[in-house]
């Protein structure tokens, strides 16, 4: 079946780097996803990845894919106290406008100062 | 654009009570999505449409919920009647094409008592 797995909880100190990982099961999945949800708020997207890319870079997210292994991370540089969120991995299984995202049940970062 | 809006913010009702929810997407989207997300489930899809047409609702918990969408720019999630253990954050997204990941709403936080 399809599922998406996170761990549920990191912690790191202030100005160290992030390592939020995820592993997925629908290796059909063409676009891989990560969402940032902070408190009292909704989703928002943070960055994606197409499956035929290996790593992709957006100022201080890095988004590494093994689609060998089926397993996605996101690392955040100098964390900052503001990345503080719930971190949700997300795949799209099919390459199709409104195919529903299947998320994993997210990663709570917490940065302390 | 002002974004996915949802209405209203907070709910409290009580047990047995009709909730409606409702939910404008942006403008252009041709896809909504009404999402669950509570501690112990995580993020729940429950329904998701394409223009306008009901697609997968299978996640819907059961007959009491409904949801429609009249037209492209209006969504509407029903729960009647209303119990405590449908308490949660209730999410809407829309999206265009399969790249662009969701955007969602700020949510619904329904309590009921």
């Known amino acids: 079946g399809e599922d998406v797995e996170q761990s549920l909880f990191l912690s790191v100190r202030e100005g160290d780097s992030s390592v939020i990982n995820c592993t997925y099961t629908?290796?059909?999945?063409?676009?891989l996803y990560w969402y940032k949800q902070e408190p009292g708020a909704g989703l928002q997207l943070l960055t994606y990845?197409?499956?035929?890319?290996d790593m992709k870079q957006d100022q201080r997210l890095t988004v590494l894919l093994n689609k060998k292994d089926k397993h996605l991370s996101l690392r955040i540089a100098d964390t900052q106290t503001g990345d503080s969120a719930i971190y949700f991995c997300?795949?799209?299984?099919?390459?199709?406008?409104?195919?529903?995202?299947?998320f994993g049940k997210g990663t709570t970062l917490s940065v302390s100062s | 654009d002002a974004g996915v809006i949802q209405s209203p913010r907070h709910e409290v009702t009580e047990m047995g009570q009709e909730v409606t929810l409702r939910c404008k997407p942006i403008?252009?989207?041709?896809?909504l999505f009404w999402y669950r997300q509570t501690m112990m489930r995580g993020l729940e899809l429950l329904i998701y449409?394409?223009?306008?047409?009901?697609?997968?609702d299978s996640g819907m918990p059961e007959d009491r919920f409904s949801a429609k969408m009249p037209n492209a720019s209006f969504s509407t999630l029903k729960i009647q009647p209303s119990e405590p253990r449908d308490s949660a954050v209730y999410f809407c997204?829309?999206?265009?094409?399969?790249?662009?990941?969701?955007?969602f709403g700020s949510g619904t936080r329904l309590t009921v008592v």
């Open positions: 403008s252009g989207h041709n896809s």
């Open positions: 629908d290796s059909s999945s063409t676009y």
């Open positions: 990845i197409f499956s035929n890319m």
């Open positions: 997300a795949e799209s299984p099919l390459n199709q406008a409104g195919t529903a995202l299947i």
């Open positions: 997204a829309s999206s265009l094409g399969d790249k662009g990941g969701y955007t």
């Open positions: 449409f394409n223009n306008n047409v009901p697609i997968d």
